[in-house]
């Protein structure tokens, strides 16, 4: 695809961040969604092709409108980075209140479901049919650091998602794809070289790597043509605890 229109959620900050901003340099147009709409709007100062959306993606009429006023700027939608995530400290699940449970599950999974539903409703009825969806899973989609029962189940729903998501789109030449990462370096990821729970119960410090790998790989899954689909990559730091881990 030669450079088209992009939505990204969780733009605000860290890998959301740095996708947009790597696709704006690229020559895209760049649908930027988060919640703090000071840093929205101060990155798309310098990039005329940056459209700032301030929006919760929890809150559905929010997303509705964020989306209706990208379609009405652009004519079409082409991409959605389904990217806006939340963590939680790393607790035994008897420590984990509803509360928090809920905070984690309504933006890992509902917030991705109304967006990714937006998305979708606008792809399947723009002239030409059809787009792409990438949602930003983890490796926690696979396999579970200790303490993060609300994370783990919410990352193992986004894959159950992209699956449903594919096989819905192929009708409507929507396909749906999902980057799951582990230890990208960025500002909200940097308490990680502190070290982090092992399975052992011990704490220790694992390698990380430059998050901007990260905006050249959606970049690449954005630029696909229409035929062709990475349907799952897993994007991590070499040497980081994944394979044998748990």
Known sequence: MAQGTIIITGASSGIGRQTARHFLAKGWRVGLIGRR????????????????????????ASVEAAFDRALAHWGRIDVLFNNAGQGLKSVPVDEVSLEDWRRVTDVNITGMFLCARAAFARMRAQDPQGGRIINNGSVSAHVPRPGSIAYTASKHAVTGMTRALSLDGRPYGIACGQIDIGNALTEMSAGQQKGVPQADGSIAVEPMFDAGEVARAVHHMASLPPEANIQFVTLMATAMPYIGRG
């Open 37 to 60: 709409e000071s840093l929205l709007t101060e990155m798309a100062q310098d990039a005329p092709s940056a459209l700032p959306l301030p929006c919760d993606v929890t809150d559905e």
